[in-house]
């Protein structure tokens, strides 16, 4: 079982940037693709972006393109998610996991945005 841990949330003020990573145990993260989810106060998760086995394709919720960048480093078991111009309703709790949510949910890593 690959476990997974969240980090680089924050709060920052609308129109600013942060960077989120996921650590995956395990030597099978190089064979899935690799997806960032989230979710908000009295909302269900919802898909935010996905990226191939080989980070060959990525692919993202239409209110995010242009502004997010998801990446992933296979030698390391990590993917990013770099999150640019920030709106307050990116506001959530960010959560990785394989694109086909194979594996157990991890803590995940809050994100704030103010307006």
């Known amino acids: 079982q690959v476990q997974l841990v969240e980090s680089g949330g924050g709060l920052v003020q609308a129109g600013g940037s942060l960077n989120l990573s996921c650590s995956a145990s395990?030597?099978?993260?190089?064979?899935?693709?690799m997806a960032w989810f989230r979710q908000a106060p009295g909302k269900e998760r919802e898909f935010v972006a996905a990226?191939?086995?080989?980070?060959?394709?990525?692919y993202y919720k239409n209110s995010v393109k242009g502004r997010f960048t998801i990446s992933r480093d296979n030698a390391k078991n990590t993917v990013y998610l770099q999150m640019n111009s920030l709106k307050p309703e990116d506001t959530a709790v960010y959560y990785c996991?394989?694109?086909?949510?194979?594996?157990?949910w991890g803590q995940g890593t809050q994100v704030t945005v103010s307006s």
């Open positions: 990226v191939g086995w080989n980070g060959a394709y990525t």
């Open positions: 996991n394989s694109e086909t949510t194979n594996w157990s």
């Open positions: 395990g030597r099978t993260f190089s064979t899935y693709s």
